[in-house]
C-alpha cells in the first residue's frame, strides 16, 4: 500500500478514535456536567475534522451522535430519544459536525496544493541550478568543519571522475581524487585556509575514472562564520577550467615560437650587420656612439670597448670635426645629408679617409 494512503487510513482511524475518548472522558465526569450532552463531542468532532478532513470528521460525527444517544441522551443505553428537543440538538450537533468536515477538508486541500506547488518549485529551481551546472561544467561543495560532513552537488561528482553515490562526499575522498603530483600542495593550502578562516582559491588537476583524461579544476570557496567567530562550514563552487589551460599552453607555445623565431632573424639581422662589406654605426642625438659593426671596427683598429660609448669627434681629425659639428645639427633636423667625407684616426694607419653617408 502507498506511504500516502497508510497515512490517511491513519488520520481516519485517529479521527474516529478522538471522539470515542471524549464520550469515556465525559461519561466519567457525567454527574458532574449532567445535562450538558455535547460539552466535550463538539471538540472531539472538531479536533476530528482537522485531522481526518471530510471522511474522518463525518465519521467522528455519526459516532459521536450514536454515543450521545446511547449515553447521555435520556433514556440512558438505548437509542429511543423521549424528548423532541434531544432530536433537535442532535441535528445541530450532526450540521456542525458535517460543517467542520467541509471547511478543514477545503484546508487539507489547499495546504496540499500550497505543498505540491512549493515542491514542485523547489524541484523545478534544482533541476534548473543541476541544468546550469552541468552545462557550465561546475558543480557546488559545502563542508560542515565540526561534523566533517561533505554535500556534493550531482555535476561535481562527474567533475571529480567519480560515479554518484560511488563513495562518500568527505574530505579525504576529495583528497584522492587530486592527482597526486597536486595533492600535498592542495592539502597545505587548503589547511591554511582553515586555519586563517579565509576565503578558499585552489587548482589542481583530476585523472578522471570516468572518461581517463586529466581535467584541471578550479575551487573557490567561503567561510561561514557562526556568532563567536568560529568556523562553521564552507560553502563553494568547482570549475573545469580545462579548456582554458589548454589554451594557455597553446598560448604559451606559440609565444615561444615566436620568440624563438624573433630570436633567430635577429640574429641574422646582426649577423648581416657586422659582416657587411662597409662600415656601420649608430649615434645618439649627442653624437656618442650607440652601435657600430665589426667591419668598422676591423677597419679603425680598435675594440668595442674602446669604441662605443664615446663621441664620434674623439676619433676625427680636426678638420673632420667641425664639418660634422656644422652638420650634425642639420641632420638632426632634417633627417638625411649625404656625401659627406671624413677623416678618422685609426691605429693601423696615421689617419683614414672615409665618405660618410647617413642612412
Not at 560515479?163 to 597545505?188: G, P
Amino acid at each position: 500500500m502507498p506511504p500516502f494512503v497508510q497515512h490517511r487510513t491513519l488520520r481516519i482511524l485517529l479521527s474516529m478514535v478522538i471522539p470515542i475518548c471524549g464520550a469515556v472522558f465525559q461519561y466519567h465526569l457525567w454527574d458532574i456536567l449532567k445535562p450538558t450532552i455535547w460539552i466535550f463531542l463538539y471538540p472531539s468532532v472538531f479536533l476530528s475534522a482537522a485531522v481526518g478532513g471530510l471522511v474522518g470528521g463525518l465519521l467522528a460525527t455519526l459516532i459521536a451522535v450514536a454515543l450521545a444517544d446511547f449515553l447521555f441522551i435520556p433514556p440512558s443505553f438505548t437509542f429511543y430519544i423521549a424528548e423532541t428537543r434531544s432530536i433537535y440538538s442532535m441535528c445541530i450537533f450532526f450540521s456542525m459536525g458535517i460543517l467542520f468536515s467541509i471547511v478543514f477538508e477545503q484546508l487539507h486541500r489547499s495546504l496540499l496544493a500550497v505543498k505540491r506547488l512549493s515542491s514542485f518549485e523547489v524541484n523545478s529551481y534544482s533541476q534548473r541550478l543541476d541544468q546550469a551546472l552541468s552545462v557550465a561544467d561546475a558543480g557546488i561543495w559545502e563542508w560542515h568543519v565540526p561534523s566533517g560532513e561533505v554535500f556534493w552537488s550531482e555535476s561535481l561528482w562527474r567533475l571529480y571522475g567519480l560515479k554518484k553515490n560511488s563513495c562518500q562526499a568527505s574530505y579525504d575522498n576529495w583528497l584522492s581524487t587530486i592527482a597526486e603530483e597536486d595533492r600535498a600542495t592542495t592539502h597545505e593550502a587548503m589547511d591554511q585556509a582553515l586555519k586563517q578562516k579565509a576565503d578558499v582559491l585552489l587548482e589542481w588537476r583530476v585523472h578522471s575514472k570516468l572518461d581517463g583524461h586529466t581535467h584541471y579544476l578550479l575551487s573557490r570557496g567561503q567561510p561561514l562564520l557562526d556568532e563567536h567567530g568560529e568556523l562553521l562550514l564552507y560553502r563553494g563552487v568547482v570549475i573545469d577550467i580545462t579548456d582554458r589551460k589548454q589554451s594557455e599552453h597553446v598560448l604559451q607555445q606559440l609565444t615561444q615560437e615566436l620568440e624563438d623565431k624573433v630570436e633567430a632573424r635577429t640574429k641574422e639581422f646582426f649577423d648581416l650587420y657586422n659582416q657587411a662589406p662597409c662600415g656601420y654605426h649608430s649615434l645618439s642625438p649627442e653624437g656618442t656612439i650607440l652601435r657600430v659593426n665589426q667591419t668598422e671596427l676591423d677597419l679603425l683598429g680598435y675594440t668595442s670597448d674602446e669604441y662605443l660609448g664615446h663621441p664620434i669627434t674623439e676619433f676625427m681629425t680636426p678638420d673632420s670635426r667641425k664639418l660634422f659639428e656644422s652638420h650634425f645639427p642639420e641632420f638632426m633636423r632634417t633627417g638625411h645629408v649625404r656625401d659627406l667625407e671624413f677623416d678618422f684616426f685609426a691605429r693601423t694607419v696615421v689617419s683614414g679617409h672615409f665618405w660618410l653617408t647617413p642612412i
